[in-house]
């Protein structure tokens, strides 16, 4: 029997360019599909047109253009639209639109662009490649369209209650917010016979791209002496950057071991081969590789501009990407040193995230 129906409605490259959005949705579909309920996902507006469901699930607050035009088209097939927000804390966009190595973002910067007209800009320039040509036409900043999307949806869903207060303090959205937090997948720690003695002092685990300042963390490790491994596939469109970071890795192959894109069921194993986790990315809202690394009981250190702390506890080591790029050296010989044996977070499956899932969206089509 059906329980019910949802169609999932990602950005246009989200299975060519997989993440945190797909992933997520993955899951969440798996977990919904095995308590009966119907489960598609479209990659254009277009299609959800010809879509009919209960609920349509957008994903992903910082993509408001493209999510615009789906609420339009959601809008005519009479199905509660809800949001899950995964909005990245703000003071962190702005510390790498200043300091980072983002191609765009330095163009735009050099032009004279404020941080929030470049972010909206990059998004047009997006829909536009894919011939998505409504959305580019909508005028507004970005903390507008923000705004406008919130006010659209009928529930949007933050991933911590860190991030719903900051949703809450920014934007005062009518809607109701529903807490839906991540699961994480390993439940067992790691022991010391699984993996051997540490090969490595550090281990980083991502996309090799900017955001994730990658180049930077390499040249930071060289610098102040440690051994690290990077583990995540590079990330095309950034092929400048790309090039840069596997120059660093094979002329300095001792103390940069490149592990590429990595399965998920090897992470255990890669996460054991070193001391410690280490996260330097400009922003997240919390990271699935944070929340695994905790869960396998690997000490770590996370970049600032995150929502993690709400899991991880607000004494978990943070690092500060601005120094990263200004000082790197002593940037993370700092952070080395706080590293220690930390309390491991309760333990959440997929499951139990596929239950308040579904617990919201009963509440929104009042059932």
């Known amino acids: 029997m059906v329980t019910g129906s949802v169609v999932f409605a990602l950005r246009a ?67 509660k639209i809800v949001l899950s927000t995964i909005r990245h804390p703000y003071e962190g966009v702005k510390a790498m639109y200043s300091y980072g190595s983002d191609t765009f973002y330095r163009k735009t910067k050099a032009l004279g662009l404020s941080v929030e007209n470049a972010i909206t800009l990059r998004e047009k320039v997006k829909l536009a490649a894919r011939r998505n040509y409504r959305p580019v036409m909508r005028s507004g900043s970005f903390l507008t369209l923000q705004r406008d999307l919130l006010a659209s949806v009928d529930a949007y869903f933050p991933m911590t209650e860190s991030e719903h207060k900051a949703i809450e303090a920014e934007f005062s959205p009518r809607s109701r917010g529903f807490l839906v937090r991540n699961g994480s997948s390993f439940k067992s720690p790691i022991r010391a016979a699984d993996s051997g003695s540490p090969k490595r002092d550090l281990v980083a685990i991502g996309r090799i791209e900017p955001r994730k300042n ?139 995230c596929a239950v308040d899932l579904q617990q919201a969206y009963w509440q929104v089509l009042d059932r």
């Open 13 to 79: 490259d989200a299975m060519s360019k997989p993440g945190g959005d797909s992933t997520k949705v993955t899951r969440y579909a798996a977990g919904l599909a095995a308590r009966g309920w119907k489960c598609e996902v479209v990659t254009s507006p277009a299609d959800l047109s010809a879509r009919k469901s209960d609920v349509v699930h957008l994903v992903n607050l910082d993509l408001p253009l493209e999510n615009l035009e789906y609420v339009r088209r959601a809008r005519s097939t009479g199905a």
């Open 214 to 352: 990658s180049v930077e963390l390499a040249r930071a490790a060289l610098e102040g002496g440690f051994s690290i491994a990077f583990a995540g596939a590079l990330n095309e469109r950034h092929s400048k950057y790309a090039s840069e970071f596997e120059r660093l890795a094979a002329r300095y192959s001792k103390q940069i071991d490149y592990l590429g894109r990595v399965e998920h069921s090897d992470l255990p194993q890669v996460f054991g081969s070193a001391r410690a986790y280490i996260n330097p990315a400009w922003f997240e809202v919390e990271s699935q590789a944070d929340i695994e690394a905790a869960a396998l009981g690997l000490p770590l250190i996370t970049t600032k501009h995150s929502y993690i702390f709400d899991t991880l506890g607000e004494d978990t080591p943070r690092l500060d990407p601005c120094d990263l790029v200004l000082q790197p050296a002593e940037a993370i010989d700092e952070a080395m040193s706080r590293v220690g044996v930390r309390r491991r977070p309760a333990q959440r499956s997929w499951d139990a």
